[in-house]
């Protein structure tokens, strides 16, 4: 058996971090993918764990070879999925997780389509997502807005999902999304049917 991918989507406020999270810990042989960056590191940040920090020439010739799944420049630093440890987590037969949004998942079905399990993860309404991200207290009203706003513009891209799991009552989801995991390494397309047929009946 390999690795599969387990990509989970949802608007900003949605609570799919804590959930992917909690759920790592439930789960076994899982590797959360780790972006790659050209910013410096910042005080208490880990290599290797928050993020991977190469050099913009480094990142622009990665870009040259195609060993990014998908990158973007943002404020003069470059951000990108490396494809290397992805492929060396699958070939150890581990869920990789991408905490990815719609346009990511797109990218990452173009190029892993047939091992990648979806989930998207929003609230019951736009108006508990609004108060979510008010409680939160980290963001400006501009700030909100542009997140509601991208909000609207994710949910139009439910239909492109496996699963779609409303964060009402955290445990519950929590639940659901251990259980679609677990489910994932059973997929036919993660599995060696040859070989196991061969066993099968030996």
């Not at 070879?65 to 037969?93: C, M, P």
């Not at 139009?156 to 699963?163: A, G, I, L, M």
């Not at 799991?165 to 397309?189: E, H, P, Q």
Request: cysteine-free.
């Amino acid at each position: 058996m390999k690795g599969n991918i387990l990509v989970i989507s949802g608007p900003s406020g949605s609570g799919k971090s804590s959930l992917m999270h909690e759920m790592m810990k439930r789960v076994e042989n899982t590797y959360f993918s780790i972006s790659t960056t050209t910013r410096q590191k910042r005080d208490g940040e880990v290599e290797g764990k928050d993020y991977f920090f190469i050099s913009k020439d480094e990142f622009k010739k990665g870009i040259e070879e195609g060993n990014f799944l998908e990158w973007a420049r943002v404020h003069d630093n470059y951000y990108g999925t490396s494809l290397k440890q992805i492929l060396i987590e699958l070939s150890a037969g581990k869920i990789v997780i991408f905490d990815i949004d719609v346009q990511g998942h797109k990218i990452a079905q173009e190029k892993f389509g047939n091992i990648i399990t979806s989930v998207f993860v929003t609230t019951p309404n736009q108006e508990i997502l609004k108060q979510r991200l008010i409680q939160r207290g980290t963001d400006t009203q501009e700030s909100i807005q542009k997140r509601l706003n991208n909000a609207i513009s994710e949910m139009t891209r439910v239909k492109e999902y496996d699963f779609l799991l409303i964060n009402d009552y955290f445990d519950k989801t929590l639940d659901d999304l251990v259980s679609i995991a677990n489910a994932s390494k059973n997929r036919v397309s993660s599995i060696n049917t040859e070989e196991f047929i061969s066993s099968w009946l030996q």
